[in-house]
């Protein structure tokens, strides 16, 4: 079983529909949780990040982290084709020799016009 | 424009050629990876280093070499290329323990071992 699990889609959905991409995780250590996108051809860049169990925003984007149930999601609000994109939840334990990151597979996202 | 610069692009080996694989960073960032992404099987760290003349391995090392002898470079090596080495390679690099930094990646080199 992977540490991350996440599906892979893909899913495509109507200009303006509201997106839920999800995530589980299974190790508990886990204590930050991130949400990367990566454009076709090109290397995932920093979406969101989250600390702690609830939700957080920016724009169009929410991040929710249920510790409890090891569950992340992002939902992305008013989609647009811009948005079409591989994104991929990711944890991250910090240690002393250095922080490192745990991907899941990723989630192909199609918007359509 | 600052970032991770990735070099080749492309490449075509055959089995048991070698090559390296150049990463260099313009950010003064302390952290560099190399990942490889397979279809189905995500990123994978495969080297990591957490500054100049370290590193350490990661989730799949074998088959590759690393070598961080300046900062701003992390390379990777493949002594005698397979089949099963054909991938997606990613270099990342972050400034420090703080998640809030992220990583910023490189653009990728796309290796086919025939």
């Known amino acids: 079983q992977k540490e991350v699990e996440q599906d892979p889609g893909p899913l495509s959905v109507p200009e303006g529909a509201i997106v839920s991409l999800n995530c589980t995780y299974s190790?508990?250590?886990?204590?930050?949780f991130m949400w990367y996108r990566q454009y076709s051809r090109k290397g995932p860049e920093l979406l969101m990040y989250?600390?702690?169990?609830g939700n957080k925003e920016d724009g169009r984007f929410t991040a929710q982290v249920d510790k409890s149930s090891k569950y992340i999601s992002l939902f992305i609000r008013d989609s647009q084709p811009s948005d079409s994109a591989t994104y991929l939840c990711?944890?991250?334990?910090?240690?002393?020799?250095?922080?490192?990151?745990?991907f899941g597979t990723g989630t192909q996202l199609k918007v359509e016009l | 424009n600052a970032g991770v610069t990735q070099t080749p692009k492309f490449r075509v080996l055959k089995t048991g050629q070698s090559m390296t694989l150049l990463c260099a960073q313009d950010m003064n960032h302390e952290y560099m990876y190399w990942y490889r992404q397979d279809p189905g099987m995500g990123l994978r760290l495969i080297h990591y280093?957490?500054?100049?003349?370290?590193?350490a391995k990661g989730e799949v090392p074998d088959g590759y070499n690393v070598s961080r002898l300046k900062k701003q470079n992390f390379l990777l090596g493949l002594e005698s290329a397979a089949p099963s080495q054909t991938s997606v390679y990613f270099c990342a690099s972050s400034y420090s323990t703080s998640v809030g930094d992220g990583y910023t990646f490189g653009s990728g080199t796309r290796l086919t071992v025939v």
């Open positions: 990711a944890t991250e334990i910090l240690t002393g020799g250095g922080n490192k990151l745990t």
């Open positions: 280093s957490v500054g100049e003349g370290t590193t």
């Open positions: 989250t600390y702690s169990s």
């Open positions: 190790n508990s250590a886990f204590q930050y």
